[in-house]
């Protein structure tokens, strides 16, 4: 972790200055049985189409979750996220990543491979603008896939993707719960130092809090943030899960909500999710948590695909709430 600090301080690389976590993209199976499941649990409203991808407004947005069906050659599960930068330039990201290591490619099409980049030019069929939306995506060390945008980006037209539904089409029943922002991705990588390394040179992102002896890394000016597992081997190597805010978080009214939509608690926070089951991991001291434990609860939708909830001022560190941060 202390090489990982000194190589940020030591490159002489220009960084791409981040604001936000964007969206997260999700790789589903039937996509109106996902759409009623997140629709009925939140009372999302569809802030823009792609073609037949929808993304599904958080809170007032452009935050948002797009969803669409996984083709023959994808896996279901989080298919990558996107964080956003001021000013944004196609030409002049794609020189900072060249300049950290990660080469352009000559097609936007297929598997990427580690460390490349590429651009999608998405068009009026795919909701994007007359003459194409630029969509910049990368991959890192473990080809985990990730899209830099403006920090107006909604997932619409125009050239920046930031021309969205006038009116959001809005969901068929108020939801049992209301997010209203993203708080952070947790990654499984196969070697830790290396990336915290990689993602503080190419990002600048300062250390928010330790879990244990991880750290946790602030996006733009925080509470959101990157968190890097070396957990991952050969077959979860990738987006491990995404995380929402709400208001009021109160483990016992989020487990009621999540049970009325078919959620199921199970009685341990450990072994493989199954879909639509909820469980709570109490985070200790030894984890830089609470005294008594900060509660952090996880669940699945239909597809088994993992995400966390936490209270709006989580920011991954200590206090009960996960809101004590440097």
């Known amino acids: 972790m202390a090489a990982a600090s000194a190589a940020m301080a030591?490159?002489?690389?220009?960084?791409?200055?981040?604001?936000?976590?964007?969206?997260?993209?999700v790789r589903v199976s039937d996509l109106k049985r996902s759409l009623d499941f997140y629709q009925s649990l939140f009372g999302m409203a569809i802030q823009s189409r792609q073609g037949s991808t929808v993304g599904l407004r958080i809170g007032p947005g452009p935050q948002h979750i797009g969803m669409s069906v996984a083709a023959a050659?994808?896996?279901?599960?989080?298919h990558?996220?996107?964080?956003?930068?001021d000013g944004f330039q196609v030409d002049r990201v794609l020189k900072i990543l060249a300049d950290h290591g990660v080469t352009p490619?000559?097609?936007?099409?297929?598997?990427?491979?580690?460390?490349?980049?590429?651009?999608r030019m998405r068009h009026e069929a795919e909701g994007g603008g007359k003459e194409g939306s630029p969509e910049l995506y990368f991959t890192d060390q473990d080809g985990i896939l990730l899209q830099l945008q403006d920090v107006s980006y909604c997932g619409g037209a125009g050239p920046l993707g930031n021309v969205c539904l006038t009116k959001p089409e809005p969901a068929p029943r108020?939801?049992?719960?209301?997010?209203?922002?993203?708080?952070?991705?947790t990654l499984n990588v196969?070697?830790?130092?290396?990336?915290?390394?990689?993602?503080?040179?190419?990002?600048?992102?300062?250390?928010?809090?330790?879990?244990g002896p991880s750290p946790i890394l602030a996006v733009g000016s925080g509470p959101q943030f990157l968190a890097l597992s070396g957990r991952g081997g050969p077959r979860n190597l990738g987006p491990a899960h995404a995380c929402l805010l709400m208001d009021g978080f109160n483990v016992d009214k989020v487990l009621k909500a999540l049970a009325d939509v078919g959620v199921k608690a199970r009685g341990d926070a450990t072994g493989p999710v199954s879909p639509l089951t909820s469980y709570v991991r109490m985070?200790?001291?030894?984890?830089?948590?609470?005294?008594?434990?900060?509660?952090?609860?996880?669940?699945?939708d239909p597809d088994g695909i993992l995400l966390q909830l936490q209270d709006s001022t989580y920011c991954g560190g200590a206090g009960y709430l996960g809101d004590v941060c440097r």
Request: hydrophobic residues 35%.
């Open 10 to 25: 030591q490159s002489g690389n220009p960084a791409i200055r981040l604001r936000k976590i964007n969206h997260v993209t």
């Open 73 to 78: 050659n994808e896996k279901i599960g989080i």
């Open 80 to 85: 990558h996220f996107c964080m956003t930068a």
């Open 105 to 119: 490619r000559g097609e936007a099409a297929g598997a990427a491979g580690p460390l490349k980049s590429y651009v």
């Open 174 to 185: 108020k939801g049992l719960l209301a997010v209203r922002d993203l708080s952070h991705m």
């Open 190 to 211: 196969s070697d830790q130092a290396r990336s915290i390394a990689f993602y503080q040179e190419l990002f600048q992102m300062p250390v928010q809090a330790h879990q």
């Open 283 to 300: 985070r200790g001291e030894e984890a830089g948590g609470a005294k008594g434990g900060t509660p952090e609860l996880y669940f699945s």
